[in-house]
């Protein structure tokens, strides 16, 4: 579901407890860069932007937030978000991914 929409058939929803949204301190950043990590006990979500320069050999990232979850709590995130790109898709059409880059060979 997209954050907002409601569900058309509420029938099929297990019950769930309401929560307040206190968003008054909420600060927004953009990334373009994620890296994970983990543990038994936890995953690590990295975030941050990457803005390349002309002529730069390696680009710089700058890391802006972590944020740490339980297992339990990283695999909502990874349902929530498949199913809010899949809406998305079926709304504006497929998302595109640029082909993984190839290591390069050796001579």
Not at 36 to 63: F, H, Q, R, W, Y
Not at 66 to 94: N, S, W, Y
């Amino acid at each position: 579901m997209i954050f907002g929409e409601s569900s058309s058939d509420p029938g099929n929803q297990p019950s769930q407890q309401k929560v307040r949204l206190d968003h008054t301190g909420m600060e927004t950043t953009y990334a373009n860069f994620f890296a994970l990590s983990g543990s038994a006990e936890e995953i690590i979500l990295v975030v941050g932007a990457n803005s390349p320069m002309p002529g730069m050999a390696e680009p710089l990232v700058k890391l802006s937030h972590r944020v740490m979850m339980i297992p339990q709590t990283a695999k909502r995130l990874m349902l929530m978000l498949q199913q809010t790109i899949k809406a998305h898709e079926d709304r504006f059409g497929p998302i595109e991914l640029p082909p993984p880059p190839q290591a390069p060979r050796g001579s």
